[in-house]
């Protein structure tokens, strides 16, 4: 028979047994609560906590010009970031931001919002991106917690301001052809794993995707032409007063863009501001003036509508025409057909243009390109404005055409109209970027079909009995390169004041045409936008037209077509200067 105690011992280990296996079951529970089903959550707080996914910036190709001369590189430029530290005081954390701004450069707004994130107890938060070298390795000196470099790097250009309207920048995005061509250039993201201790600092980092770089663009660009052509467009632009400037020189038989500039220009390196970005050559529309008499000219010539030995009577210096008065520059006589283009008749074009119908000029014009894009690889072309001839004023508008009003052009429009005669009626497709095709029917990404313009032998007479005598004898004389023959044509156009709507004397002066004569080797265009006194086409810009192209054709060792002028050196006196008359 049990006693006392041992019926009270048996007892207490039931009610022992019993907690244990109640408390084994709850902890059992507990364990398949966490381990099974919450598994999923518990491993993603815990990698959350203990490990970081970075994206990797991949190097960026290079821009290069047709030489192989650098235009635009990527350069190492590392970012400094923060990371909480756990258990440090909120004015430790403080203290060690200021000891960033006062390294770094950092602006109030900056700090207050690295504090922000640290506050909320964000991972990982940028205090600078792409800085330089030298300040990324005085900050690591300081040793601060938390504190790391993420690498990465920087647009340069080294040349500042040069073809900074053809290569555009990064800062704000990419524009120019950093757009143009981002996809190729840019390359693709590599990703990398940080693993770190509670107290923030990695102890391991692993990458799991590596970066692909950008490839490298070459360019049709020749950074010397660039120079040439940059130099000249500014040195007038600041002579004359004008509002702005552009000019393009271009290879007749390829449409490789030799050279773009446009004045006011900006340091790609820097953001310039809004309005700084414009591409005057490609996003600037304007009323061309005369330089459009040469799409009327072949109008007329294609269906044999004028003659070059025919007559015009403009000595009373103005025609009526539906109502309104189209006046001439300068007060002429009896003149051929060739000399009207080449004085630049007003009145005398109006009359052979009246010769046309609506639909014949249009037909001509939209075959020389005008009213859509050219298709040259930069972004933001527009397509200017050629309304169809039903839109056009019955009485007025086929004579204003006539003489390059009414119509909206770009300049690199311009100047592959006026290159169809160095070709021999053909159109090129102007392009930035070394091996594509200018002369392809092959309709191009963004702009239309290259073709013929006109036939040979009207893009050819047109040529010899006109647009070479424009720079001999007529409005270009100035802009005759030494030892070379020219073509072309000059434009004047008076500018519609955007408040009263009315033409203002306000002027867009311009000259284009192509040297040599024999086997162009450059087709140019420059556009001033408001040349103050001297503001004709021959005046402001045919001057810029001879000296780019007298330099670029030595540059590129063209022969003379022609025995180049004399040039007497007199002895000077002692201490004076030699003269060269």
Sequence with gaps: MRTFYESDIRRRVKVLTFALAGWAVLVAARLVQIQVFGHARARAAVLKQAR?????????????????????????????????????????????????????????????????RLREGLNYTYVKKQVDEADAARVMALKLAGVELEAGTRRDYPHGALAAHVLGGMTGGPTGVEKRYDGVLKGEDGEQISYRIPGGRDYETR?????????????????????????????????????????????????EILALACVPTYDANRHPGPDAWLNLAVQAVYEPGSTFKIVTAAAARERNRVSYSELFDC?????????????DHERES??????????????????????????????TARAFGFGRRTGIDLPGEVNGKLRPPDEWNKANSLPHIAIGYEVQVTAIQMLRAMNAFATGGLLVRPH??????????????????????????????????????????????????????????????????PVTKTYARKYKASFVGFTPLERPRLSIIVVMDEPKELYYGGQACAPVFKAIARQVLRYLRVPPERELPARVLTAALKGAARRTP
């Design 52 to 116: 970081d996914v970075i994206t990797i910036e991949p190097r960026r190709g290079n821009i290069l010009d047709r030489n192989g001369d650098i235009l635009a590189c990527s350069l190492p430029a590392p970012s400094v970031a923060i990371r909480p530290v756990e258990n440090e005081s909120p004015a430790v954390t403080r203290a060690k931001v200021l000891r960033l701004q006062k390294e770094l450069g950092l602006a109030a707004a900056e700090v207050d919002y690295v504090l922000g």
């Design 207 to 255: 990458i799991i995707k590596p970066p692909v770089p950008g490839r490298d663009i070459a360019l049709t660009l020749d950074t010397t032409i660039q120079y040439i052509t940059e130099k000249e467009l500014a040195a007038a632009v600041a002579e004359h007063g004008a509002a702005s400037g552009t000019a393009i020189v271009m290879d007749p038989q390829t449409g």
């Design 315 to 327: 000595s009373a210096g103005f025609i009526r025409v539906g109502g309104t008065t189209i006046t």
């Design 334 to 363: 009896i003149l051929s057909f060739p000399q009207v283009l080449i004085h630049s008749s007003n009145v005398g074009t109006v009359q052979f243009a009246m010769r046309l119908r609506r639909e014949e000029l249009f037909e």
């Design 432 to 497: 930035l970027v070394d091996g594509e095709s200018s002369l392809s029917a092959r309709p191009t990404e963004d702009g239309d079909t290259p073709g013929r313009a006109m036939s040979e032998q009207t893009a050819r007479e047109l040529v010899d009995r006109v647009f070479s005598k424009v720079v001999e004898e007529g409005t270009a004389r100035l802009c005759n390169p030494d030892g070379y023959g020219a073509a072309g044509k000059t434009g004047t156009a008076q500018k519609v004041d």
